[in-house]
């Protein structure tokens, strides 16, 4: 068996209330007090807490609301631009607070925070002569920044076998003292986010991102929740991880799937678990707890490899999914990235069968992606130079020109279907989630922002998306799609500041060379007409191996007026100390131009000869 450990990082999953209804709750803060439901095609996505108290539930059949709640609102949730926005806005706002920039969303109302190094600190300037009177410090580098706490009790609700109250007295672990700092900063982040963002969310705070989020989920909404210890099994205590986990359906631990799920339900009762048919996409009436998997006899990797390995299953799922039942994850919150790693549109469909109609569709959600691409993947850079070739004007301001420049690109675009099994001979219909996929190299023409979303999904869904589809579906007809699926994946960084960059675009420094050094370019002026003279004799000592090549002289111009700024120049910053010199300079040979009578090395007289050459 694999007991339980406690994992020295400390974890945050904020579950930020940012629910379809949150969004328009926050548009139109009336809606807070009334039924409302977000509908997506004939289906109730999601809906208010209001909206629940009155029977409204989520996957519910619009039909079926209305009879149950006939005063309820049902706005419309097609068009996820709304959530995309709050989502990213929210994001952002959060990982802020974070030191060490590890802040991971996940989907659209959930981040998980890394505050092990926020934590470790305050743990250590923490006085325990005074914890009722504490100071959590927010900066390393302000001392103002921060907010007073009580850091003699957990902050919030708790989770434990034993009374909050005895713990406290008994333990004063480093464990402990952490996970009770770690509550208090969520509730700041709470209030925060609350006060600045104008949503709510439900915390759990523990020291992975498995018993967080699922800790988190014990008080909704607007609650937050601390697993305390012990997190390991010992002769006195058994683990309070192992305890909370024991008491969860299999099917809610996160990494296990629904379908590994079924399948381990499936073993455990002997039977296929029933299923609820008021569900759409299906759920089971029966509960298999962990602590039934867990204890079953034999039940251990081996077996799990049996049941959820084979022909397409993930590398390692067996030990992975034991891992989850005994409440071992190991995984760490990644760094915030700048770009998503991929960005995809999806439609579900009652039924998808004719050629024409998976046309229409392929248009609409390749307009769909590309204006995502665009807005996800690009910024408008400000300038008042000319477009490059390629690049798309946005606007002009007071002369100046717009232009959309690329943040990073996808690599590879990937089309995905969902087709329904045949009917049994029954009539019935197996129930199945299995999706079929082809990728392909992105094709350029959408990285060119000079052309339309228009144009450049019309000729996306015939050059690329269409020729895909046959791939999947090389037969004409027969197919029935439950779902379509258009991803743009393996997005790269365009600049490489970070090793997920794919190189920069050197050529645009030089295309604009001219022009941002003109403010420094040297411009000869007061430069006498040349006259026509006999060649003059050069000094060989000076010159050296130039000293056999004639040179002409200047009448009627002294040496120190031949360039007026150039000779400025070089005075000037023989007399400034600070200049910084290179070693010939300081140690080298010098020889004098007998021209302007200016020390210069040796290696440096060819070109200074050629200097006064062109000023001729």
């Not at 020295?8 to 548009?27: M, T």
């Not at 067996?318 to 995984?331: H, T, V, Y």
Request: glycine share 6%; hydrophobic share 35%; proline share 5%.
């Amino acid at each position: 068996m694999i007991a339980s450990f406690y994992c020295d990082h400390l974890h945050a999953d904020l579950r930020i209330r940012l629910q379809y209804a949150a969004v328009f709750e926050k548009e139109d803060p009336k809606l807070r007090y009334l039924p409302l439901a977000v509908q997506q095609k004939q289906i109730i996505v999601t809906c208010n807490y209001e909206a629940r108290r009155h029977g409204l539930y989520k996957l519910q059949r619009v039909t079926e609301a209305q009879k149950k709640c006939p005063d309820a609102i049902i706005v419309l949730g097609e068009d996820l631009t709304r959530f995309r926005n709050a989502s990213r806005d929210n994001y952002n706002f959060l990982r802020g607070f974070a030191w060490s920039g590890k802040a991971e969303r996940l989907g659209f109302d959930e981040v998980f925070i890394d505050v092990t190094d926020m934590v470790d600190y305050n743990l250590e300037i923490l006085n325990p002569n005074s914890l009722q009177s504490s100071f959590f410090y927010l900066s390393r580098n302000d001392p103002t920044l921060g907010f007073d706490y009580d850091c003699s009790k957990v902050c919030g609700h708790a989770v434990s076998r034993e009374p909050v109250d005895s713990l406290v007295d008994r333990d004063r672990s480093s464990l402990y003292m952490r996970l009770v700092i770690g509550s208090h900063l969520a509730r700041h982040l709470r209030h925060q986010l609350e006060e600045h963002q104008g949503y709510s969310s439900t915390v759990g705070i523990s020291t992975s991102k498995l018993i967080s989020k699922l800790v988190g989920n014990v008080n909704k909404p607007k609650g937050q929740t601390t697993l305390l210890p012990p997190y390991s099994i010992t002769d006195e205590a058994e683990s309070n991880v192992t305890s909370f986990l024991d008491e969860l359906d299999i099917g809610q631990i996160p990494g296990i799937g629904f379908k590994s799920a079924q399948k381990i339900q499936n073993h455990v009762l002997a039977r296929p678990a029933a299923f609820d048919a008021g569900l759409v996409y299906g759920g089971t009436k029966e509960n298999v707890k962990v602590k039934d998997v867990r204890l079953f006899p034999s039940m251990g990797v081996e077996l799990l490899e049996k049941l959820l390995g084979g022909s397409g299953a993930p590398k390692d799922i067996a030990i992975k999914a034991w891992r989850l039942i005994n409440g071992i994850d190991n995984s760490e919150v990644a760094n915030a990235r700048e770009v998503p790693q991929q960005i995809s549109i999806e439609d579900s469909y009652i039924r998808l069968d004719a050629m024409a109609e998976v046309e229409k569709e392929l248009r609409m959600l390749s307009r769909s992606l590309l204006s995502r691409i665009r807005t996800d993947l690009s910024y408008v850079d400000d300038r008042d130079q000319p477009l490059d070739e390629g690049e798309s004007a946005e606007r002009a301001v007071d002369g100046t020109v717009s232009s959309r420049q690329w943040l990073a690109y996808p690599k590879t675009l990937r089309l995905t279907t969902r087709p329904r099994p045949p009917l049994n001979p029954d009539g019935t219909r197996s129930r199945t989630f299995n999706r079929i996929s082809r990728s392909c190299d992105m094709p350029s023409l959408v990285l060119n922002l000079s052309s339309s979303v228009a144009d450049s999904s019309e000729m996306l869904v015939h050059e690329t998306l269409i020729p895909l589809f046959h791939k999947l579906h090389p037969e004409k007809s027969g197919w029935d799609l439950s779902l379509m699926n258009i991803c743009a994946a393996n997005i790269a960084l365009t600049a490489a500041s970070s090793r997920d960059g794919a190189g920069r675009d050197i050529s645009k420094m030089f295309k604009t060379q001219e022009h941002v050094l003109k403010d420094w370019k040297i411009v000869e002026t007061n430069v006498a007409a040349p006259f026509e003279s006999e060649p003059a004799a050069v000094d060989e000592h000076n010159l050296g191996a130039r000293a056999t090549e004639p040179d002409t002289a200047i009448e009627g111009v002294s040496d120190s007026d031949e360039v007026d700024g150039f000779v400025d120049a070089v005075e000037e910053s023989q007399d400034d100390e600070n200049t910084w010199q290179s070693d010939d300079e300081v140690s080298g040979p010098k020889h004098v131009c007998p021209k302007c009578e200016l020390a210069l090395p040796i290696f440096a007289m060819t070109a200074h000869e050629r200097f006064h050459e062109l000023a001729e």
